[in-house]
């Protein structure tokens, strides 16, 4: 009796948190706990491992977000958000091009990039449309043959800038292309804060916090509510007089337009951009995300977004030196990212059962 | 009651209008590229020979109604898994191929319940989730490699092995058994003074491997799985096991693909351990769309066709995009353009037919 | 003749609700027995018993005995029930529209041959004979006296055509003695479904029994030897046709007693202005067209929809409010209504509660409050609140609302905040109809208000369609399967019949009447006879 009453207590809390939270989520808390206590043990730096996982989370976080208007207009996980990460790339170029700088510099690619990701968020909206039941597989081919097609266009798009073209010989512009003298990190350089000698970026955390708040109000707004009614059940919404097809192509437009900011953010944190392939699977990490945050293909809420993307990053940051002290030779981190974020994908995509 | 269809041209064309599309492609790309032919010819021959029992394997599947076997990856880590085998053993010639087959053999089985299993699980969505459990499992193959050689599987050979005794090296030669199928019934050709080989036996098991097949879609399990690809709910009430059904396609699919990979790596002649598999589900797609396949309906001349096509407009393309705009690049980035494009056009084609049938039935015409 | 098929004393409930009381069947050799019930009276769930579907072994098996050829047998599965030699026409067709006319005939039970594989690896390896199949099929096709190409594709093939297909592969099957046909003539025209009878009574000649489902009395006493009716789950009578007429069968299918609805049918007249004008209305709803309807709702009236399924009762409401593609003229009110415009017909004042509650009804997953005010929301711009100029929802105005609407429908549940799934039938229905109160309609069209709700809900959902009615004077459309209860609320019942009016009745025009017009019979004619 004794023996059994704690068992009992795990297990209770075990199948409480599982209901409340899904496995996804619980599974890697408790994997980043276990890491966390080893890194510990390992005496690893541990404010290091919080400001990187901050850095990373504003870095995502926001192409996380983009996941949100995609689910609740009801096309599901938005496989092809590359094609708003493509807009946001041009954009981004055009702004180096420009030589626009600094904070102001950032923000006024993003106007550049708003206008370009809502054409073609349109426009991937209306084939959306037509292709109703099989989003998710359409959207994952449109991405790649999109990433595929702007390969042939990064190489004679005519940008000038020597930031951007290889100094000597090779044609088009780089694969990487470094925007330390642009906007690279700047709301990070304006606003920061020293943590244990580490620099958390507070400039851009609050960048992705006040587009978390706009998402958690627009969901709130007349609008907010039409899009989750045509996503979540399209025949009721038609019965109380709603477009459906409108408010998933305004949905899917809404996440192409942050799948583009989202990528200037990303480049933002990262210092750099990376052209041609570079996209090419860069989806699946915010669609990882979110589902680690214990979003489904119809459900999400705000808390999803950055509970996952924290999780997630957490996760890979700190596996990283704990693994490779553990094994010290071979590319583990990068092979625990494929199992983990596919892994959830997987699960998502085959817990929803066969039908539909 | 079968009449003789006149075969009008046009009926012609338009039947096969995207192989057409791609054969003129490829011409002009060939004219572009200003290739040798005898060049040419020996690239295209290998490359069929290499591609097309991996792309025979996407046929089943298609069948089954499972649509396009991107899960083909996990059948050719099984073949791959055989080849790291033959290589710890040291095994070569026309016989370290039949035994690294051997190898993959149970291999490609288990893995193919897994994928059946998992696919089942996915009805309606076999396509993207064969897509991502390829990723995951490529994960899990790259753990075991990396991590479980030396350590929970006892390989030892240090010309495969990395230094500290643990995980495979990035890239494996073969040349043990390079060429020992496809130059077993040694057959050359001499044209223009250029030596074009012939892999007479390697298309003699590529023959095989296809007859069995043709034999497989006349029996009552060919039948069921026509049955099964049309309706699973029709199917299933008249009393097919339809899930097993399903499992039993992914299982060919994926044997069929560890084997295809095996004798690609035999022509090739070097392995790379992470990264030789990961494109054989794009390209074995792609390959057999442009032969004028659809995500429901394939057959051997698509398979065969399209490989063909598909490769010479991958030998053309960066000589083209060289000569055409000074940069080989292009080329090979439209080469990958036309993969990932051909299947995304396929896919919505498919999708549009589908969503457009949903409506429909739930809509027919007012006046009847 | 022998007695090929008999069920004795059949019972079956689900969870405590008995929908078969003990019912006895039989169907002799070449005898062809009509089976006929209105919706609901349990000819699918005995018929489900017959094919042992395991929706009948999974809820607990059956009770009473079924015997083959007179010895009683346990039908387990489908399996056993096509082993035994019972067949079935199913009303949607199980036919491959890839496959030729020979392929589906043999569709998982094709001539095999064997080829040296299959003797190592087993029969699935075995050959399809094609040869055979192609024969068999022939002969099975000829026997039916049609002369169908078996090497043509199902798809695009007539209905009636695909109907043989159907009937084709159950006679191939050697030992079949029972072939049941459910509802065969409701997808063919009227010369198709007279090729169909003449080729039934030619199957019955050879022999076999035919259990023959239907709804069209005309039918039955054109082909039936014999006659059961069923109504709720009760063997009403079983006898020969020579010994009966349409009027009584009309009857005993209807035949509820019913309590004058005395309110009913004085509160309006030919001179009320009317509120819903319905001329040569269609709507192209599956499984329930509307095919040039006419129909008048007086304005301040409750009027019932009724009819068997899939006659086109339910496309009325579903056509008036665009869920489906409509067309033909209708006025609103006096003005012409604009079609296919779901959001029209709401801003027009129509509010509808859908027969499907939980597909079109409600958001499962979204709380009972928003439920309720999600469409005034939508259509009124009702329970916002602007702030820094965006239309964010008054989440203080969208509680007040639901509690009083929670309070004054008695909706049991943990809060306005609970998911609507967990609720039960008739506190879900309560939301519906809040929902659709909420848009403040003059006219209100509610489908199959009580389905699947107990009893007390029932009561209380229909006390409170008639209070709507007398106390706000709310012209009311109520949809249902039930006539028992349309004759216990309504001013005026028009039954449905092939997509048209057959006839308005009285709440307490006698049961032949319902019967017959319910039945595809005008009851002047009927009666007449």
Known sequence: MTMQNPLKLVGKAWAGSVDRFGYPKVIIFLFLILLSVLAIGQGQSMPGFIKDTLLRTSMIGVLTLAMVPGIVSGIGLNFGVSIGILAGLLAGCIGVEAGWKGVGGLFLTILVAIPLSTIVGMAYGWLLNKVKGDEMTVSTYIGFSMVSLMCIFWLILPFKSPTMIWAIGGKGLRNTIALDNTFGQVMDKALHLNFFGQQLPIGSLLWFGFLCLMMWLFLRTKLGVTMSAAGDNPRFAAAIGINVDRQRMLGTTLSTVLGAVGMLSYAHGYGFFQLYVGPLYMPFIPVAAILIGGATMRRVTISHVISGTILMQALLIIALPVISKLVPDGAFSEVIRIIVSNGVILYALTRSGGNK | MKTLKKLSLLDLVKKNSVPLLFLILGLLGWMASGQPLPMLLQEVIYRLSRNLILVLSLIVPITAGMGLNFALVIGAMAGQFGLVFIKALNMGGVGGVGMSMLFALPLAILFGIGCGAILNRAKGKEMITGLILGFFANGLYQLVLLAGVGTIIPIKNPEIVLAAGVGLRNSMELNLINYSLDRLIPFKVIINNWPVWVPIATFMLIGLIAFAIHFLQRTKLGQNFRAVGQDKHISEVAGIHVDRTRMIAMIISTVLAAWGQIIFMQNIGKMQTYFSHEQVGLFSAAAILIGGATITKANFGNAIVGTLLFHLLFIVSPLAGKNLFGDAQIGEYFRSFIAYGVIAVAIVMYAMKKARADKAESADSMVE | ?529
């Open chain 3, 1 to 529: 003749m022998e007695k090929v098929l008999e069920m004795r004393q059949i019972s079956k409930d689900y969870s405590g609700n008995k929908v078969l009381k003990g019912v006895n069947l039989s169907v002799r050799a070449g005898e062809i027995h009509a089976l006929v019930g209105e919706n609901g009276a349990g000819k699918s769930t005995l018929m489900n018993v017959l094919f042992g579907m395991p929706v009948i072994h999974s809820t607990g098996g059956y009770q009473g005995d079924i015997l083959i050829n007179g010895a009683v047998t346990e039908i387990k599965s489908p399996k056993v029930a096509m082993d035994c030699g019972i067949g079935m026409v199913h009303q949607e067709f199980m036919l491959l529209p890839n496959f030729t006319v020979a392929e589906n005939i043999k569709l998982n039970r094709e001539p095999l041959k064997d080829n040296p594989l299959s003797k190592i690896a087993g029969s699935s390896l075995k050959t399809v004979d094609r040869a055979k199949m192609v024969s068999d099929s022939r002969k099975a096709l000829d026997s039916l006296g049609i002369g169908i190409d078996d090497g043509a594709l199902v798809s695009g093939m007539p209905v009636g055509h695909m109907q043989f297909v159907e009937i084709a592969r159950e006679i191939d099957k050697e030992n079949l003695k029972v072939l049941v046909f459910d509802e065969p003539t409701a997808v063919l025209t009227e010369s198709e479904a007279d090729v169909l009878l003449d080729a039934v009574k030619r199957l019955a000649a050879r022999g076999i029994g035919i259990l023959f489902i239907t709804h069209r009395l005309d039918e039955v006493f054109t082909v039936a030897d014999s006659i059961t009716v069923l109504r709720d789950g009760e063997q009403i009578a079983s006898m020969a046709r020579k010994d009966t007429t349409i009027v009584e069968i009309a009857k005993l299918m209807v035949g509820h007693t019913v309590e004058a609805c005395e309110r009913c049918g004085n509160k309006t007249d030919e001179n009320t202005p009317l509120a819903i004008s319905m001329k040569n209305f269609s709507v192209a709803m599956p499984g329930e067209r509307v095919r040039g309807l006419n129909l008048d709702v007086r304005k301040g009236e409750i009027i019932g929809i009724g009819g068997l399924a899939g006659q086109g009762k339910i496309g009325v409401a579903n056509g008036l409010m665009g869920m489906f593609p409509a067309q033909g003229e209708v006025l609103l009110h006096g003005e012409p209504l604009k079609l296919n415009d779901p959001l029209g017909s709401i801003q027009r004042k129509m509010a509808f509660v859908s027969e499907d509650r939980r597909g079109v009804g409600l958001l499962l997953d979204v709380s009972i409050e928003t439920n309720i005010v999600i469409a005034a929301m939508q259509v009124w711009n009702r329970y916002l609140n602007p702030f820094l100029g965006l239309r964010m929802t008054d989440q203080k105005a969208i509680r007040a609302h639901a509690l009083e609407m929670i309070k004054l429908f008695d909706i049991r549940c943990i809060g306005p905040g609970q998911h609507t799934r967990r609720l039960s039938g008739g506190n879900q229905q309560k939301v519906c109809i809040a929902r659709a109160l909420a848009l403040d309609p003059t006219v209100l069209l509610v489908s199959e208000p009580t389905r699947g709700i107990d009893i007390g809900a029932k009561k209380l959902v229909l006390d409170f369609l008639v209070k709507l009615n007398e106390e706000q004077g709310m012209t009311i459309v109520i949809t249902s399967s039930e006539l028992a209860e349309l004759r216990s609320v309504c001013d005026r019942i028009a039954i449905v019949y092939g997509g048209k009016t057959m006839g308005i009745y009285k709440p307490d025009d006698p049961d032949e009447v319902f019967g017959l017009a319910m039945a595809g019979t005008d009851p002047e004619i009927g009666r007449g006879k």
